[in-house]
């Protein structure tokens, strides 16, 4: 899985409570991405940061917040708004916003809300 | 929007075949990836390939690119049990905005 981690592996939430999703990179890479993965699908674009204190909205973006302080960071926030949250959130990060470069993917992190 | 689709959903061979996977896409693309997901795992890069080629190789793994169709192939050779896993196409239609479809589920059988 690279040089990303996500913490943690499993989080329980009750309905109704927000719940924040870690990411670090140690890779010095500049851009940074969320991922939402439901059972049996492909991945769906939350939100994605090309630069440090810069972010913009992906495919799915109601109901999620970032922030990107730091270069190696971008804490995802699945709000109370968000409603269907249950499911496998990855983050991902690639040396640059431009096209043709791999995005590195971390191990992930299963979110049930109940 | 989802814009790779993968065909088929869900693959079973034995060991020692080979596993062609497809991916059709809607809008035209600077470059098509493929990535690989083992179950409950993170996703890991295999190959890219530029809108400008046509096939590339990496090892077991050849990928074509036929953009009048707007489609792509993986083909694994000589499988192995280590190949079970999920497999994802993705497009990238600007800045590495990446666009992933629905996979293919391939089993291979010791």
């Known amino acids: 899985d690279g040089g990303i981690t996500q913490s943690p592996k499993y989080l329980f939430r009750k309905e109704g409570q927000n719940v924040t999703l870690s990411c670090e990179q140690n890779?010095?890479?500049?851009?940074m991405y969320w991922y939402r993965q439901d059972p049996g699908q492909g991945l769906r674009l939350i939100y994605y940061?090309?630069?440090?204190?810069?972010?913009q909205k992906g495919d799915i973006a109601e109901g999620y917040s970032v922030s990107r302080e730091k270069k190696e960071s971008f804490p995802l926030t699945v709000t109370s708004a968000q409603k269907n949250p249950t499911a496998f959130y990855l983050c991902?990060?690639?040396?640059?916003?431009?096209?043709?470069?791999?995005?590195?993917f971390g191990p992930g992190t299963r979110l049930t809300v109940t | 929007s989802q814009q790779g689709e993968e065909d088929p959903q869900a693959l079973s061979i034995q060991e020692g075949e080979n596993a062609t996977m497809n991916c059709s896409y809607k809008?035209?693309?600077?470059?098509l990836q493929w990535y690989r997901q083992n179950s409950g795992r993170g996703l890991v890069h295999l190959i890219l390939?530029?809108?400008?080629?046509r096939e590339k190789h990496s090892g077991r793994l050849r990928v074509t690119l036929d953009t009048s169709k707007k489609s792509s192939s993986l083909l694994i050779t000589a499988s192995r049990a280590a190949d079970t896993a999920s497999y994802f196409c993705?497009?990238?239609?600007?800045?590495?905005?990446?666009?992933f479809g629905g996979g293919t589920r391939l089993m291979v059988k010791p």
């Open positions: 991902a990060s690639s040396s640059g916003p431009t096209s043709g470069i791999e995005q590195y």
């Open positions: 890779l010095n890479h500049d851009a």
């Open positions: 940061s090309q630069i440090v204190n810069d972010f």
């Open positions: 809008t035209s693309i600077n470059n």
């Open positions: 390939i530029r809108s400008n080629e």
């Open positions: 993705a497009t990238d239609n600007a800045g590495n905005m990446l666009t």
